[in-house]
């Protein structure tokens, strides 16, 4: 058991960082509206456009393609819809809701492999055989960290006239992304999965590339997202982009934390091993229990992690992700275990602790 919580949920939120607390704080105590002519207006216009700055340069894209949004979820959102016209829209199997929910009900779904990746051929094939396509892909996946070959992807996309949108909510200052590295369309991230505060987020468009708006208003954002820009978490979400992309996160405590769960409990496999993965990410398939016991069994023993796939009721849905996987009946076994950026060494040792604890209450329980 351990004394203060273990918290190891960071693919849901992660905690703030210094940097984006310094920035929030400093722009809270300022008054002023970016698009105010006078003088507070054009200090808080600054403060903007240097984060719209910061944020083009760590992700790849020009500045004047930068639209900042409320979070991961309407930026994914606006992509989708402000893209799709006069497109099919091909959405990845393994997709979060943002995405998945934002396509048009006529969208068609890309498989992934087993290993999670999705498959190419697959990919081409529904590129093939229509017209022009939108194609909604994610760089890491959140419950299990598997890593798409974006870069294929993107490749595949242009030889088909198709637009591709990356959802790189999870992968952004975890692992390299870049817009124009990748050469696709356009790119969600989120301030709140960086280390910013919740509130913020951000959608990259390539040179060029033009969308319909979602939200109609003053004309901020160059016309493409209506309403008063929350210039505090704006401000803190570029302050932990530039934290997370200068100090990304090595995989040492997460493969240590496996191996010792596989010590205990051999049976236990992480999902996606075999794919390149996010460092931070594990999800333990995990035979003897359904994920929601042992996320309550975890929290009593004060670890924090999460099953696959959490609605905003608290409940546990079976994991989708798992379930496009081929993983069957296993798919509500996945326990997501995702490390914060200032997770200390002893993570895995502690989290070994409670895991023995854990399965020593099940097992009384059974008996
Ligand atoms: N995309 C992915 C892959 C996510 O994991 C999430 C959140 O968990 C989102 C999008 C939504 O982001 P936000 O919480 O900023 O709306």
């Not at 949004?69 to 990845?92: F, M």
């Not at 934390?257 to 091993?273: F, H, K, N, T």
Request: with cysteine; glycine share 10%.
């Amino acid at each position: 058991m351990t004394d203060c919580p273990l918290y190891l949920d960071a693919n849901a939120t992660e905690p703030l960082r210094p940097q984006a607390r310094a920035a929030l704080l400093e722009v809270l105590q300022r008054v002023g509206n970016p698009s105010s002519v006078h003088q507070a207006g054009r200090q808080a216009r600054r403060v903007l456009e240097q984060a719209r700055e910061a944020i083009a340069g760590l992700f790849g894209a020009p500045p004047a393609g930068v639209v900042f949004t409320s979070g991961g979820t309407e930026a994914n959102a606006l992509a989708i819809r402000g893209l799709a016209a006069g497109r099919r829209v091909l959405v990845g199997a393994s997709e979060h809701a943002a995405v998945r929910e934002a396509a048009p009900g006529a969208s068609a779904s890309i498989p992934v492999l087993p290993d999670g990746q999705v498959d190419l051929e697959a990919l081409s094939a529904l590129l093939i055989e229509g017209g022009p396509a939108l194609v909604a892909l994610m760089a890491a996946n959140n419950e299990t960290g598997v890593l798409h070959p974006v870069a294929e992807v993107a490749a595949l996309c242009r030889a088909h006239g198709a637009l591709l949108h990356v959802d790189a909510v999870q992968a952004a200052g975890r692992v390299p992304v870049s817009l124009a590295g990748w050469g696709a369309d356009s790119l969600a991230v989120s301030g709140h999965k960086l280390g910013g505060a919740p509130g913020a987020g951000a959608l990259l468009l390539r040179p060029g590339l033009d969308l319909t708006p979602l939200i109609h208003g003053g004309g901020q954002e160059r016309g493409r997202r209506g309403g008063t820009e929350a210039l505090p978490a704006i401000a803190a979400m570029a302050a932990a982009a530039e934290a997370a992309c200068a100090a990304p996160a090595s995989p040492a405590l997460r493969d240590r934390l496996e191996s010792l769960v596989r010590d205990a409990s051999p049976e236990v496999q992480a999902v996606g091993a075999e794919a390149p993965r996010l460092p931070n990410t594990s999800c333990l398939l995990v035979p003897f229990a359904r994920a929601e016991t042992l996320v309550i069994a975890l929290d009593l023993m004060g670890v924090q992690v999460s099953a696959g796939a959490a609605c905003s009721s608290g409940k546990v849905a079976e994991s989708q992700v798992l379930r496009a996987m081929g993983l069957g009946e296993l798919a509500g076994h996945g326990l997501r275990v995702s490390l914060p950026w200032n997770a200390l060494p002893d993570v895995p040792e502690r989290f070994a602790q409670a895991w023995a604890a854990m399965q020593a209450r099940l097992s009384r329980r059974a008996a």
